[in-house]
């Protein structure tokens, strides 16, 4: 990778970040990485994984293995702090998980790629939708098209900020948390706020779910953990006792298979607690996150990758309780998601003053670029 090379990879980057776009709406941000493809002449263009979301492969002279790699064109609905020459021209949209980075880091493997071709097989360099909401995975796997990129391995990167600049942060097995979103909504009867008994005001059972739900996890042995994150109860309206009652909680396990138990037993307490105060009470699911689970033959490659590029390397002993929707991939191919430290003291994704730190774009590139050596070449 040459110096204009990265520089124009860095432009590219900011770019990328002066014009966001939301999960499921990046159809401006594909249609940039569209042009930057062009001009290096891809083996093949697949449209249509999820909306907006594509890929290009570079092919390679004889058969051999297939590898994914993976980028997230999505942005988030946050404000960012106003301190740099390439701010977000979208209010209240902003690159505040560095997807931005990730994007520009595929871009970086496309400019070798089409200058050496692998030797074996073929890279798919694919630009996936709607990271954030847990969406967009899933759709690209569900897609007609999917089947012309079936992977024999797939990676993906995340920049980690909490740990130290370009180090490799790793793990066997599970990687990050299942997690998903759960919404309650108990039914009762509004009546006038001076005759609270003529109705069936779910004030109680809310108080009560807000509380106990976030305590059910106690019970059970493996980590598990739900988080109430939203509740509305009635209108505002002094003169009427509210009719009804809306909880949101996020659900955590380190497995697929937890979760559900967990989701099971979260329905049943609501029911419970619903069945107590006479009110109906309906629960729905969203935002479904799988575990991210490393491959271990795969996990050698990033390792070895690491001590080639004499990059320091951290294996975690548990795994995070953030979820990715790289988990989704985990069901069908053999998938490893790693970090790189972003800097010990480097703003938290999602924070307003978050910004993705270009020095790690060669880092980024230099790993893929060992990985794919090893599989290709
Ligand atoms: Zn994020
Ligand atoms: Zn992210």
Not at 61 to 84: C, H, M, N, Q, Y
Not at 168 to 176: A, D
Not at 248 to 276: K, P, Q
């Amino acid at each position: 990778m040459t110096t204009s090379e990265l520089a124009e990879l860095i432009t590219l980057r900011r770019d990328l970040h002066s014009w966001p776009d939301l999960s499921g709406e990046e159809e401006a941000t594909s249609q940039r990485l569209k042009k930057f493809f062009k001009q290096l002449h891809p083996d093949e263009w697949v449209e249509n994984l999820g909306p907006h979301g594509f890929a290009v492969i570079f092919e390679g002279k004889v058969a051999g293995p297939v590898t994914l790699l993976r980028a997230e064109l999505d942005a988030l609905p946050i404000r960012e702090d106003d301190a740099k020459s390439y701010i977000s021209q979208r209010p209240g949209v902003a690159h505040l998980c560095g997807h931005d980075g990730h994007m520009a880091i595929l871009c970086g493997i496309g400019m070798i790629l089409s200058k050496e071709r692998p030797a074996t097989g073929r890279v798919v360099l694919l630009f996936q939708p709607a990271e954030e909401t847990g969406e967009g995975a899933q759709q690209v796997l569900t897609s007609e098209n999917f089947k012309r990129i079936i992977p024999d391995f797939a990676f993906a990167l995340h920049n980690l900020p909490g740990y130290r600049k370009n180090q490799i942060v790793l793990k066997k097995g599970p990687f990050t948390a299942a997690s998903k979103g759960m919404i309650v909504t108990f039914s009762g009867r509004t009546s006038h706020a001076a005759h609270p008994e003529d109705g069936n005001s779910p004030a109680l059972a809310m108080s009560k779910a807000i509380v106990g739900l976030e305590n059910l996890p106690s019970s059970i042995q493996e980590f598990s953990m739900i988080t109430v994150v939203h509740a509305v109860l009635g209108e505002v309206a002094f003169g009427t006792a509210p009719g009804e009652a809306v909880v949101m909680a996020t659900l955590r396990t380190f497995d697929d298979v937890g979760l559900e138990r967990l989701s099971t037993l979260a329905t049943t307490f609501v029911a419970l607690i619903a069945n107590e105060s006479g009110l109906k009470v309906t629960v729905s699911f969203r935002d479904d996150f799988k575990a991210v689970v490393n491959d271990e033959k795969a996990w050698e490659y990033v390792n070895r990758a690491a001590k080639e590029n004499k990059l320091k390397t951290k294996n975690i002993r548990t795994p995070f309780r953030w979820s990715e929707d790289f988990g989704h991939f985990s069901r069908v191919t053999k998938t490893v998601l790693f970090g790189i430290g972003a800097g010990q003291r480097h703003p938290q994704l999602h924070e307003s003053s978050y910004d993705f730190p270009d020095d790690l774009i060669p880092t980024g590139i230099n790993m893929f670029k060992k990985i794919l050596q090893d599989i290709h070449y």
